[in-house]
T-cell receptor, first 107, second 111 residues
Framework: GQQVMQIPQYQHVQEGEDFTTYCNSSTTLSNIQWYKQRPGGHPVFLIQLVKSGEVKKQKRLTFQFGEAKKNSSLHITATQTTDVGTYFCAGAQKLVFGQGTRLTINP | NAGVTQTPKFQVLKTGQSMTLQCAQDMNHNSMYWYRQDPGMGLRLIYYSASEGTTDKGEVPNGYNVSRLNKREFSLRLESAAPSQTSVYFC??????????FGPGTRLTVL
């Protein structure tokens, strides 16, 4: 079945540094979604990418969908303490979630 | 507009006991989902319902049953709980395959 792998599993940065998480699928995806989960909270939708090569920005967050629609990335510029949490990608119609990247930040 | 609500928030069961987790949404979404989340892992789909009256197995359905009672409600039942079912359970809803809205979760411990 479809598998979605996410790396790294953990990332610790100094406040102000950039952060990137990568998502790779074993199969071509019709779309990919990104979610953020704060510690003790529930996943919250960030964005959905549908088109090959698509790039979308939300303030300091940049999302990319690969040309082959098998990989995606989330890049955060100049992290802030409010960015702490676990970031998940999820692919296809019956969402298959990656394991997530847990981001911690040293203020 | 409460979004997605789940009850209970916490539950402790003994091995072999049964229970039903309740989920309701007030956004008129057609699709609803049940996930489990274990420490350090992503969310794994247990069952989903694409529309009222239909249910389908997800990645980890063994030991669970579901009921789509109406468009608003989707319940998850554990008939005979096992320690391996200790987890956080999230219900979610969406329009078709779009953005999923998650409930606050149920933290279940099976002793």
């Amino acid at each position: 079945g479809q598998q979605v792998m996410q790396i790294p599993q953990y990332q610790h940065v100094q406040e102000g540094e950039d952060f990137t998480t990568y998502c790779n699928s074993s199969t071509t995806l019709s779309n990919i979604q990104w979610y953020k989960q704060r510690p003790g909270g529930h996943p919250v939708f960030l964005i959905q990418l549908v088109k090959s090569g698509e790039v979308k920005k939300q303030k300091r967050l940049t999302f990319q969908f690969g040309e082959a629609k098998k990989n995606s990335s989330l890049h955060i510029t100049a992290t802030q303490t409010t960015d702490v949490g676990t970031y998940f990608c999820a692919g296809a119609q019956k969402l298959v979630f990656g394991q997530g990247t847990r981001l911690t930040i040293n203020p | 507009n409460a979004g997605v609500t789940q009850t209970p928030k916490f539950q402790v069961l003994k091995t072999g006991q049964s229970m039903t987790l309740q989920c309701a949404q007030d956004m008129n979404h057609n699709s609803m989902y049940w996930y489990r989340q274990d420490p350090g892992m992503g969310l794994r789909l247990i069952y989903y319902s694409a529309s009222e009256g239909t249910t389908d197995k997800g990645e980890v359905p063994n030991g669970y049953n579901v009921s789509r009672l109406n468009k608003r409600e989707f319940s998850l039942r554990l008939e005979s709980a096992a320690p391996s079912q200790t987890s956080v359970y999230f219900c979610a809803s969406s329009w078709l395959a779009g953005e999923q809205f998650f409930g606050p979760g149920t933290r279940l411990t099976v002793l």
